[in-house]
Nanobody, 121 residues
């Protein structure tokens, strides 16, 4: 499945952004999906994941209560609503297919193009 993340930008601390992920190529609803991010000089890390129909969602402790993941299988899209942004949220954000049994890990070695989020303090 091909993935394209979008919606990043520059925002002040405390602000909000909504990221989108458009998928194509395979049946989107067959996959658990997730968001990851990579800050400069750091390893890529798990942010959030969502089950096939969106009934279950999972979050990294660092974003719990501030970020909300959702999906629309009819439109083959996924979103990440980010509120109360902090400077430490600055990173390139990627969407990915994740493992059902370990949603913090990507299922395929494919990331697609990420989207830059910059939070100014």
């Amino acid at each position: 499945v091909q993935l394209q993340a979008s919606g990043g930008g520059l925002v002040q601390a405390g602000g909000s952004l909504r990221l989108s992920c458009a998928a194509s190529g395979r049946t989107f609803s067959n996959y658990y999906m997730g968001w990851f991010r990579q800050a400069p000089g750091k390893e890529r890390e798990f942010v959030a994941a969502i089950s096939y129909r969106g009934g279950n969602t999972y979050y990294a402790d660092s974003v719990k209560g501030r970020f909300t993941i959702s999906r629309d299988n009819a439109k083959n899209t996924m979103a990440l609503q980010m509120n109360s942004l902090k400077s430490e949220d600055t990173a390139v954000y990627y969407c990915a297919v994740v493992l059902r049994d370990d949603y913090t890990r990507p299922r395929f070695d494919y990331w697609g193009q990420g989207t830059q989020v910059t939070v100014s303090s």
